[in-house]
């Protein structure tokens, strides 16, 4: 049976905008993310308080996160990597933060220049701290499906992650197609072994990005297994600039547009999400890729 609503959980101007050649400025990033808001959307990932030199278009989070101060209804999650990016985020009040690992070595090191287990162990007195301060912490899991220098995953590498991650005291967890390789009978594979081995569908969300164009695909086996929650980026923006084989994430508005059509509900207004995404494009100076934005900009 599928959910009768799903949780989207918004990536765009992290994600997005974490991988843009120029850096937008922090006056656009703001009004981006209170656009969001007003399109309906509760979950929106604001920004990263990683190392400036590691991702320069995220710089600005100490400017940034304040502006913010005014969504009330709506939660910001941020990006930390290690103890000092969640002190900066809870000196500014951030009420949800997320840690990042990877299923892989290779990325550990491209991503936090440390192996997998330094960077459990990063994690470990990060989600404790944040869990102390009544901070909701979510855990990413990237290269959950491939990896541009290891291939294949093989599960037991996924699960192994996700358990220590779930040990932690992590309170979800999103299983990250960070090149976009998965496709629908691998995700179920996945979230069936998980459900084996003691991590619940309620504590996992998925991440997809729409490199060979499975995202919707994987999405629906998601939903179909019960996941509700979906993270996605709004017209499709993103990448990572640490995994040269990424492209954008699932577009919100493909992912709007599929939901809607089952009957399921987003609280989501499509029309002004597009054209939200299609003022961004205009900011960014290139079209939107989302099929979707497309389709209903052009109309
Ligand atoms: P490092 O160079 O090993 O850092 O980088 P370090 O621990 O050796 O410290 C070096 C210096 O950095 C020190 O300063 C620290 O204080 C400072 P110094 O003493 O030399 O003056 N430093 C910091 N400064 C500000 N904020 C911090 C911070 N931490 C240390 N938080 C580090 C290690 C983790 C910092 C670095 O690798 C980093 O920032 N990585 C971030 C990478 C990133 O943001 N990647 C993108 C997000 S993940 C993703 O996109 C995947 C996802 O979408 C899911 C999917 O698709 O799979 C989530
Ligand atoms: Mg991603």
């Not at 930390?80 to 990877?102: E, I, K, Q, T």
């Not at 869990?131 to 996924?158: I, N």
């Not at 017209?235 to 599929?258: H, I, Q, R, Y």
């Amino acid at each position: 049976d599928l959910p009768e609503r799903v949780r989207i959980h918004e990536v765009g101007a992290r994600d997005g905008l974490q991988n843009e050649k120029s850096t937008v400025p922090t006056e656009v990033k703001a009004e981006f993310i209170h656009r969001l808001a007003d399109a309906g959307l509760t979950t929106i990932e604001a920004t990263s308080f990683v190392h400036p030199k590691w991702v320069p278009q995220l710089a600005d989070a100490e400017d940034l996160f304040p502006k913010l101060g005014g969504l009330r209804e709506v939660a910001l999650p941020v990006l930390v990597p290690n103890r000092r990016g969640l002190d900066r985020a809870l000196v500014l009040g951030a009420r949800r933060v997320a840690v990042f690992a990877s299923a892989t070595e290779s990325f550990a090191k491209a991503n936090l220049n440390r192996t997998l287990d330094e960077s459990l162990a990063v994690f470990d007195p990060v989600v404790r701290h944040a869990k102390d301060a009544g901070v909701h912490v979510r855990g990413y899991v990237s290269m959950c499906f491939g990896d541009p220098w290891e291939g294949p995953v093989p599960l037991h590498q996924v699960v192994r992650v996700c358990t220590a991650l779930r040990d932690m005291g992590c309170d979800e967890l999103s299983l990250g197609d960070t090149i976009g390789v998965a496709t629908p009978g691998h995700v179920l594979e996945l979230l069936a072994l998980l459900n084996e081995e003691g991590v619940p569908t309620n504590m996992l969300g998925v991440h997809f990005h729409d490199t060979y164009g499975q995202a919707l695909a994987n999405t629906y086996a998601a939903l179909e297994h019960g996941v509700t929650t979906i993270d996605a980026s709004a017209g499709g923006l993103g990448g990572c600039p640490f995994a040269k084989s990424a492209t954008g994430n699932l577009a919100t508005e493909d992912l709007v547009w599929m939901l809607q059509g089952l009957g399921i509900e987003t609280g989501v207004d499509l029309g002004r999400l597009t054209a939200t995404s299609v003022w961004m494009a205009e900011q960014l100076g290139r079209p939107s890729p989302s099929r979707t934005v497309r389709a209903l900009s052009h109309k």
